[in-house]
């Protein structure tokens, strides 16, 4: 398994399609994102499941915490069934995030990597996507990294998806 | 769980989202769709993949049903994990569709649903949403329940995704 | 020109679709929605762009209404220029959205369109979607007809899209 | 009125957006994606319309370069009317594109941007984006900019997006 790591608009998603293209075996990408997609809408603006604040904050509720344990839980599991897979996640708690993910993945081999980007870079490709909350990739840039233990770090500020994905793929046996 | 069945444009997205209205807890909604989705873009359009002909047929090959069988024992271990959902899948294979969910999901408590439309009704409902090939809703309305056993059908040819939704929801304690 | 006019989840966008697959030229198919993702995203949200509220009312500013009155002048010039044109709107002010378009299309051979649903049902359809403000197709089903003149009428509360859009398509010569 | 022309993954939509948030006016957006939208599904994958060829390759046919012209004389229409707007267009005739342009905004005041980015960058990031087909960036870096004429040129191998457009806004008055 393959844990991808970083704030939001630092090219998360984009290097685990270029993974996808590059490593010879299937992988499935997932990320956080697409949690959020498959729960009720009633979960978005809400307390107890996930909310985001105009200035592009974002604070989680104690049903969403649930789901999500359940979420990583079923991941875990098809990697254990032989899925190979990418998770793209957003570890707003730093390295507690991390140890909740490890307590999931208990025995599956995993690469955990850092995707960096320079924070101001991150605005701007935040205004050029169009889509995300405006604030977002500011407030998420730093925090999301701390204290978290990688295998490898990469830094789209200057580096293509692609490049990044492939210093990747190399430390995937 | 609730596992709806149905061909494509049968409308299962939009009685899943009901679903996740109606019923009193979170539940979450994942389909076939969403694993496409996850894949690698080279699984499609690809003989060990999924394919789709000019006429509406699919077409599916070993290395999807590999991530396939994956993808379903980690949803039954989120169920187990305590996370509550709903699927929505088209069982191309019929009964033997059935059996591959129920050899993954052994253990949990299913509600099976069959979600029907006159195949002429689905074909224009098709047409309306613009974003699916040709032909598929035709070729799948039948085929897709052939042999399998519900708990439950519904039919959205003349009842709203909503009604039949609350008549689901009626069903699950 | 065919203009289809009619509240939130109604279903003019399907009927759209429809009527492009049924008439024998190719119409392009245009709506405010498109125009309002054209906009910049500070329009969105603002005082004098365009704002919706909790309960699903949206409120227009002097900003939007004067990039309107330019889209409607373009588009009666692709018109004009022998472009086949479906629009769909929302005539949040009745009569007065339609005095508007009049304006806009003068000398142009218009058939307006009114697309009805019933509150409930369009309500029950917004759920379903999962990608509309809850409430907007409730505050828009009636207001938008007020006091505006239609060559026809369709209903989808009980009609499907393809027939809608093959008594509409009857009428264009 | 802005024209950015440029190959397919070289940037245009995320500088339009840049541009958008710049500026101190609201600025339309709009691209020969959204006509292509617009038209009938019929309209692609057809030879009178627009069809794309497995290594990237995209044919233009008779009908489509019917509707392209009113498109074109709409939006002259509506910048006459007082919007301002952000063409975004891939010149796959070079010149001959431009002259199509110009004879459709005759009189108007055109800054003309040539948006350009190194071939093997496109394609890679154009597997990053993982919705366009593969090889349409390789094939159309370089052929798009044939003997057209800029006012500006900007080139989005190592500039981000927002500073693009931060250097074409500085000329527009």
């Not at 998360?12 to 996808?20: D, E, F, N, T």
């Not at 590059?22 to 809408?41: N, R």
């Not at 407030?139 to 990469?154: G, I, K, N, P």
């Amino acid at each position: 398994m393959i844990v991808l790591n970083g704030g939001s608009s630092s090219g998360k998603s984009g290097i685990a399609r270029c993974l996808q293209s590059t490593l010879p075996d299937p992988w499935l990408a997932v990320g956080v994102d697409t949690l959020i997609e498959t729960m009720p809408a009633s979960m978005q603006a809400s307390e107890s499941g996930i909310d985001f604040t105009a200035d592009g904050g974002v604070s989680i509720g104690a049903e969403f915490r649930v789901l999500e344990a359940a979420w990583m839980e079923g991941l875990a599991a098809m990697a254990r069934a032989g899925a190979r897979i990418i998770v793209d996640d957003v570890f707003l708690g730093g390295a507690e995030s991390q140890q909740r993910w490890r307590k999931a993945l208990g025995g599956l081999e995993v690469l955990w990597v850092g995707v960096r980007c320079e924070s101001a870079v991150a605005a701007g490709r935040e205004i050029a996507r169009g889509d995300r909350l405006s604030g977002m990739a500011v407030s998420q840039a730093e925090v999301v990294h701390r204290d978290v233990l990688y295998d490898l770090e990469v830094d789209t500020t200057r580096a293509e998806s692609l490049e990044c994905a492939r210093t990747i793929a190399a430390q995937v046996v």
